[in-house]
């Protein structure tokens, strides 16, 4: 049997030094958290840890590529034969499935987990949600590639870091600590702004009332982009806390990182908000004289664009959300003592 040292000297297998979030201390094993290693356990390879350690180690354990490929497909075709992704937005997913898997379990659990809670809360309310903003928004309830990408296209990225910095021997000790502990951190802020996003954009219809635009200063369509509402501000900072948390409890990130995670997303969405008032691409029904995200109102009539910046939509907005609030997670997580 194999025995996989945890007192944070080392990996016996690829003898990388293991990312030492916070100081040892009897049986803390939250240093594994975020390890890649390029001779992860094999089926059957049973080492000695008690069981709390046991679960750490699963988590921190690289899946084959056949079983990456089959979670990540299992997944993806089950959101698409439950119309919660289109044919290309389930390919998507199936790619970033497979990267998150190859990282480690806790990658795979936390996106699964993720998009679970998405697809879940998306599903609440769905019919009336739907004809509060089906003359507004441009895309309905299944997400497409595009979506799938804007949203988790920052988490894929970050996992292949972890992928090729596993196999890169150049690199010092502390440059590979630092480039594993920032790409979790990073990945977990990217979800968790997507999530928090999602979350007050699915509350703040359902239950938020009419919303406050920030750039017109009024009150405006429910579904308008750079509107908000009190319900859909709360969801966006309890969202942002809870898959914070469920990024620690899953052994991604260790729970210290939890605030500075959860405060990255919470900022990432409602960055989203502010450049989705001033800068989102902003159009106009001349038949039905109101303001709508879509090139082609449900009217049939084309639409013209009044406003913000051509082609920045509601998709390249998502993500740069992803985008602040993993460079807020990373940098924030980065600058703490370890």
Aim: charged share 15%; glycine share 10%; aromatic share 6%.
């Amino acid at each position: 049997m194999s025995n996989v040292r945890t007192t944070g000297e080392g990996c016996n297998r690829c003898d990388s030094q293991l990312p030492r979030f916070i100081s040892d201390h009897t049986n803390d094993t939250s240093h594994l958290v975020s390890h890649v290693c390029p001779r992860s356990l094999a089926i059957g390879d049973a080492p000695n840890f008690d069981g709390g350690t046991f679960v750490v180690v699963i988590f921190s354990v690289q899946p084959a590529m056949t079983t990456a490929v089959g979670v990540a497909g299992i997944i993806a075709l089950g959101a698409w034969r439950s119309k919660s992704l289109t044919q290309h937005g389930a390919c998507a997913a199936f790619a970033v499935g497979v990267l998150a898997m190859r990282v480690g379990w806790a990658w795979g659990a936390f996106l699964i987990a993720w998009f679970a809670l998405a697809a879940l809360i998306s599903r609440i309310g769905r019919r009336v949600k739907l004809a509060r903003m089906c003359s507004v928004v441009e895309k309905g309830a299944e997400r497409d590639a595009r979506q799938v990408l804007a949203n988790g296209g920052v988490f894929a990225l970050c996992a292949l870091q972890m992928l090729i910095v596993a196999q890169i021997d150049g690199f010092s000790i502390e440059t590979h600590r630092c480039l594993e502990i920032g790409a979790a951190a990073a990945a977990a802020g990217a979800l968790a702004a997507a999530g928090a996003d999602t979350w007050a954009t699915e509350f703040g219809t359902l239950i938020g009332g009419t919303p406050w635009s920030l750039r017109e200063r009024r009150r405006v369509a429910i579904g308008t982009s750079g509107a908000l509402s009190v319900a859909g501000s709360l969801a966006a900072i309890v969202g942002g806390i809870i898959l914070a948390t469920l990024a620690a409890i899953l052994h991604m990130i260790p729970f210290t990182a939890v605030p500075a995670v959860a405060l990255s997303a919470v900022l990432g969405a409602f960055t989203d908000s502010i450049l989705g008032a001033w800068w989102q691409e902003r159009r106009w029904c001349p038949q039905c004289v109101m303001n709508t995200e879509q090139v082609q109102h449900v009217c049939g009539m084309r639409t013209e664009r009044v406003g913000g910046v051509g082609s920045l939509d509601n998709d390249v907005v998502n993500f740069l959300c992803t985008l602040v609030g993993a460079g807020l997670a990373a940098a924030t997580v980065l600058s703490q003592p370890r």
